[in-house]
């Protein structure tokens, strides 16, 4: 059970389109706040896009999210499941990145979760863009690679971009294989579709045992048999799961750089986290929402639900 | 048959983007007109949106689905009915809330429906936010209370909101159960969805005998299934038709005020319309159109759409 | 396999949202451009919207398509084609209409295509309204009627509006069929919906033979089944292939001026053209994209993507 | 003083959002209305484009201005007139364009004002685009050509667009003055600037008469000095006004087909209107307000703003 | 001097688009914080839009206030003042409306007010619409009527709305000098401007003597005169300022529920403020503006940098 | 005179809103191209915002720019100048970015300009952020520092940011003084205003003698005074023009990252640009226009106007 202290603000004393906007309205705890230490689930906050190609945006992600996520209420829908009361859940507040230098930017964000690591606390990621889940990996998948699941209409594993670099959101899946974070025979990656520059990404999946799930094969399946395939590669150790919000068909999600038609409604974009119960999911990211091109901010609050919906399989894992 | 007075503008004569919008091009008759006395299903707006809790906008809805409506046609498609052919349909105007005042709104409101009731006038309203289906039926079923298929993402049927209230658009159908103006063993709610503040709704429900289906019911029976059930729920006495836009899922309806990710797409939002075809409905709604976020005017368009669908029912029930 | 002069700019060395927008980033090859000669299948802007009845706007889709367009890699995802690779593909620009004036503006597009037609250039073109195909057809099947796969919510079979006009987009495909461009026995038109003005069009049809199949049908039995008998019914013989973006719904492509709720989602939008593999497409058309109704870009951007379809389908009947 | 029917409906009793949006929320009386030989001023929407060069629009011009117009109030907040209870004033609702052929729409907008005239109604005119000028002015100017007080950004004198047509919103007042329904010595054009095809608008004003004014002259002699200049052109007799909203800087009406910057701004915009007090103003019209490119609503509010000030111009001119 | 506690988050280590949005990236303290009693300036949101009689929407303005604020920097750009190190600042949070009950939203709020002026916490408040100035002034000017600088397009003087209510955003300023809250002898209204329904608030103005200087003054004596006037009238006794964002014209401000055309610019609206310098301001609030009708957010970003330049002065006052 | 290869499209053959939108409707003469010797004015893309301290957007300028620019007419209003028939004018594509690697960038930009200045090529740049400034100072300025006309609402003269950076929009100019690239004592920068971080800018401009004019300064002068001070300073010798569109007020300009209010309207926008007639213009910019935040594209239609006022300077000035 949770201390009070961690409770989000009621709807019914402050309504929740009023008052300070933190994720799902739970206290602003930063890491020199008294009661940091017992905060065993952090919502994080990572307002950078410096690793987009296309269309920037996402680093006005996680302040639209904290914004939407006020619309969440204590209980969910249809586990019952009252996460806030179940475990210490806090907002973290947002990592500072260097807007010009990514080299930079990432090693202070690697810094802060290899802080978060020490102190036990879980962390729920709001990105920013894809680059962003290199440096969470970093910071808590050091000793022991974990294993992932990975929503996407990209596999983000590709070699280099623009002459030479690794540090877009094309690259850092493939980066956290080469460093060892992540397991390969324990990764799968669902959705993937849309037009190629070539093939070189599926090659190294490939090679590396990387299970991809295209979104023909998610259509013919459906998703209980897909996420079935899922929870047995993934298994019981420590996970990983990494949500690019480009996953989602773009009627539904047309807030993200990089679109793909053709993806899950609203409803399946729910549905494969909630198959994911049982999991033990260690930490979880929620990227690549792009405020600038969302007019009806439809996506951040999609975001924010999917979020909700990490937040309980992670409540579950504790 | 009806009068050729009460025949819409041809699109062939004035362009469907031309023209005082009224609703559907139908005549505007106050109920001070002439032939007042004459219309049987009376269009009706609602513009006020005083029972929101988070975000307002529904007193612009019977503006925007009017505009919307002039782009319906005179036949429906898939069973060719022409309805405007087939009862005298007019456009009522819409009923002056005071947009300071619930409690006198809602007198205002009722005096008004209890006034068509006794003219004999059918109403279908636009609204507004769902607190206004609750007037409607208390001049409606005064006498004897109706059945009801009710579309929804939430049940509104909450005891009590900010401290004590039930003027919101929480709590309508739990008023109208405990007036006696619907019968709970004639209600179902089809759509519920979304975390919740806690289980007092579903407990009302339960205890009332009033059948709920949630999104995961739905999807997992689907449209011809459910509504099957529901038809014979709600049985072949006099019922309405309550319908809020947010049943539908945000991607296709994002003008509402409390989306809730995950429902149906837009031709099964049509679809169970369809599907009450033989039911005796004898009033309807189309609630929370919320035009300031709605930036395509989509969600107005399909709002204006599904009154066709209700109208064409309204009429055959005739 | 293509010239190198007719590959696109990579996004490796120009980032896709830099540079001159051309459709697909090709080459632009005007006519009188020394290599247009060269050209197999020329992409071509038809800037205009004369012929709408309802909300205008297309007379932007080609600029606003060679925007989005540019997001379009080198490879499909599913089948592999390098279709830039494997057939010389220009941007041939657009073909300047007369805005205030119908008929010298079709007298401008037929001759532009019969002079394609002449040079043996496949069209692969972006509308513009639907009116634009009439003219397309007059060019290049004079000498013998086409078969067609049409999606659209509407048939466009009317025979006049406004008091007797046939230069509208609900006439084209009678005019074109009355005109011996269209062979009706080999026609299809997928998805039509809608509330109706009248049954003539669907007399038409029937007195004729084509082949409609109503959004009903096409749910009912799936996109493998319905697509199956349109390859059947087009055969092997040359075809066109028209796409109206309203075919699709409203809440994936609301950047259009006549919608109708409850079309495919984005997924079936791309698998009915996939599903066209092997018909011998010497022709296609992609209209009805209006951009200031479109405020995320998201319909030119499926606009674009379905060009991509349909130009492989154009490449492999090559 | 007007009869009460004529009265607006009031704010107090209907909200101002609130109800079917007429004109300035004047009833209803089309010309078979049987009060309507009653109507001393008659507010008439003529919802078509047909004569754009570039950007659609206007065409929904007529419905986003009687929408915004419902803002008004009863009194001039300077003179305090109350034009309402000075004279019968009417909303006569839209003539109906043939969409797609501009001669015969412009014979339908003829045929009607002819109709105004015979009957000894005024017009108000809401566009449309500003070739509707034109054939307001065959209606009432046959007998005697009138003064003008142009505001607008382009002087709309050119000899003919698009390989010879005169069918544009570019020509509209040279066919004017060749027909002989305007005077040119009467004539003043206020506000032209913007880039230019060449002089030959300049020339033919210079060869008429027609008095320019630049906005370079505008700015550096101020509203009060050009207005009075503008009364002594235009004199006591009758005159019409007609203004293009393209006249006011798009930073205040980006509302627009055709806006170019350096504009005046909105006090300014308002004041050139005021300051005609006293001219004899026996038509008027508020052109080229397109609400797909106004996405406030901002050009609309200004634009009901401006007809509501040259509404008393026109009552104080009876 | 300010304790560091009190110093904003600097945009050098965290950018201005990141961290969670307080007022000017203060500190959130709310008054139950173990340093609440430190504070001298608390800005305070009132989320509330129970009183408009119009278009709601200003109960969203103090979160879009906030996420706007912090591109604020440290030192004003003209005088040099660097207020957050002159006085100890902070945001205390929102005071909770009560979303459907606007006689227990004014107790709270009156109620908050109570308590901040017991603590010596002098309120620069963000609204909400204007009818929330009347519950801080009865909060904080029981014992001593205040002088008032109020910038406004409307009077907000009126007796009553909608068949007899005083509660609604026309009707404050009444109320509160009725209450002996304000001393008419010491206020001024400057802007008032647009349509009127009759002139019973200016007799108000007139019979108990306050200065109202109506646009058209503002612009023939220009700002320097008129606001030498407004320091003379409110003299160096406690004052309150009162900016309702409807005093700027909708070109710059066009976030607000009843815009009027024909207000000041940008640099005019800024500069009023600043020309108050020299009065003792005990108070002062933003209100009206209306994240809905705001596409740009600018209307956000100009009410957050009015409150800085009420802050420099509430600061100067100290 | 002008080779005609080098004129612009005409808007009586291809309407304005149709064909590929090059810059004003100018051939695409990439280097390599044959003619590319010809070009005397190369307008260049800088499709870049790697620099922006707060929202990114600017890589999108180039392309919106380019949009906007066909409504360019071939004759200025008020000189009657007719650029494009006076000089060989070109539209020379967009530079290639490094999208993730600013030094990487700001090499490639280099050797651009670097290039152009060895073929005689003078370009005038559409960025881009005014970062992008740096590098074409660094390909033209090389040889002999430049005077400067800087319009701004910043000075971007701060040494650093974010922890030691120089490569940010914030810093070009002091880069650019710096490395001798400018004369400070021909330099003027108008328009500043804002809140500030701290004083180190006006310290630095004081120190190096560069002239910075105030907004308030601006308005109290005039802007013919103020330019004629302008003049004076930068004198006959090769000097820069560089526009950055923030400079403008943002109601006339809200589409830039980081706006400032109280800026000057769209006349006194253009007519400081006018004003430097005589000047020597061998090189300008237009810079951080940012499409993603504006929603009628009115700043990148003001960026384009100006663009062409600046052409036109450098025209005369060849």
Redesign the interface.
């Given at each position: 059970m949770s201390d009070r202290f961690f409770h989000p603000v009621s709807?019914?004393?402050?309504?929740?389109?009023?008052?300070?906007?933190?994720f799902m309205r739970l206290p602003?705890v930063p890491l020199d706040h008294p009661r940091a230490d017992e905060v065993q689930i952090g919502l994080v906050?990572l307002?950078w896009?410096?690793?987009?190609?296309?269309?920037?945006?996402p680093?006005?992600g996680?302040?639209q999210l904290?914004?939407a996520s006020t619309?969440?209420?204590?209980?969910?829908?249809?586990s019952?499941m009252r996460p806030f009361e179940a475990a210490n859940c806090a907002?973290l507040?947002?990592v500072?990145?260097?807007?010009?230098?990514?080299p930079?930017t990432l090693r202070r964000f690697e810094a802060y979760f290899t802080g978060l690591k020490e102190r036990g606390i879980r962390p729920l990621v709001a990105g920013g863009d894809h680059l962003c889940t290199l440096p969470v990996l970093r910071g808590i998948a050091k000793d022991a690679p974990l294993g992932l699941v990975h929503f996407d209409s990209h596999t983000d594993l590709f070699p280099a971009?623009?002459?030479g670099?690794t540090?877009?959101h094309g690259n850092p899946f493939r980066s956290a294989v080469e460093e060892g974070l992540l397991d390969p025979a324990r990764m799968i990656q669902i959705g993937?579709?849309?037009?190629?520059?070539?093939?070189e990404d599926r090659d190294f999946a490939k090679a590396h045992g990387i299970r991809i799930v295209?979104?023909?094969e998610f259509?013919d399946r459906g998703v209980k048999d897909v996420m079935a395939e899922a929870r047995a590669i993934v298994g019981t150790k420590p996970a990983y799961m990494s949500y690019d919000i480009d996953f989602v068909?773009?009627?539904?999600a047309?807030?993200t750089g990089?679109?793909e038609?053709?993806?899950p409604?609203?409803?399946e974009?729910?549905r494969v986290v909630r198959e994911c119960a049982g999991l033990n999911i260690v930490g979880a990211d929620l990227v690549e929402v792009s405020p600038?091109?969302?007019?009806?901010?439809?996506t951040a609050?999609?975001g924010a639900?999917l979020m909700?919906e990490m937040l309980c399989l992670m409540v579950a894992a504790l």
């Open positions: 709807g019914m004393e402050m309504p929740r389109f009023a008052g300070i906007p933190t602003h906050g307002p896009d410096g690793g987009v190609s296309n269309r920037a945006g680093r006005h996680p302040r904290r914004d619309m969440i209420r204590a209980q969910h829908g249809v019952g907002d507040g947002d500072g990145p260097n807007p010009v230098d990514n930079d971009y623009f002459g670099t540090l877009t993937i579709r849309g037009t190629m520059y070539d093939s295209t979104i023909e259509f068909d773009p009627s539904v047309p807030g990089t679109p038609w053709g993806g409604n609203a409803y974009a729910i600038p091109v969302d007019p009806t901010g439809g609050w999609l639900s909700f």
